[in-house]
């Protein structure tokens, strides 16, 4: 293995000693998911690493500055400012900066980080572009690494690696975050048109145009981003509103249906109980006991 750096100002780097990783290995609430190294480089020039035969830890690099390189089976990426690669363990790998990148990086291991990598759907080794949102991660970053470097506690690490969860979760769902400036997605914004429209109903057409695509191919391209037709996740909304006004208000199921635009409220307590599993009296009377 072949690692090499020059020394920075402001240069960090918080390896976690092998006896603690063990014990927050061994924890069940740490176990799933667990930083071994995390580090920040602001600048690092000549920036090199090589390892013919992998590591035993998964790998995240985030660019914020500059660009850098790596590769992987006799092929070479690049990464550039706003990207990120991930390295899987056990994998054969080099990378460095082309010719001076700013880097914030983290190795983890965990009995889920295989589950975790595999959601990155095998964009392994390449810059994978960062949407907008790039002031909150690097906040987020920071967060986790000025939590290791307060000092190795179980408070500390148990509060970094809980951090980290949301962290990692940042970078796979990175096309599912709001974007910054106000700027929404085509699902976030009719999204928002449901839940403007939550005592309405909708038809396919519109929310399509609000969106704006044609009805066929936002169907599918909804579906795709979300998992749900537009529809079902309309009436998921509205469900999500109905068991609000069950617990937080007095309102008889009927007025809580008319509110949402069920104008028969038997029908409303149809799709309800289809939804959660219980009528809406049911509902109520469980929650509020």
Known sequence: MVIRIKEVEKQRASFIPRGIIARMLSDPLLSDLVITIIGYYPGAEHHHCERPAGIDHHILIYCVGGQGWCEHAGKRYAVKKGEFLVVPRGEEHSYGADPSWEIYWVHFVGTRS?????????SFFRGIPMPLHREETIRLFKDVLNAVEMGHTMENLSFANLGFRHLLGSFIYRNRLPMAGGLESPEEKAISFMKENIGGVLALEQIASHAGFSPSYFISFFRKKTGYSPIDFFINLKMQA?????????????????????????????????????????????RKA
């Open 114 to 122: 295989d589950m975790f990598m595999n959601m990155f759907r095998g």
């Open 242 to 286: 109905a068991c609000q006004y069950l617990v937080l208000s007095n309102l008889k199921v009927k007025e809580i249906a008319h509110k949402l635009g069920y104008e028969n409220p038997y029908y409303f307590s149809r799709i309800f109980s289809n939804s959660t599993g219980m009528s809406p009296k049911e509902y109520r009377r469980k």
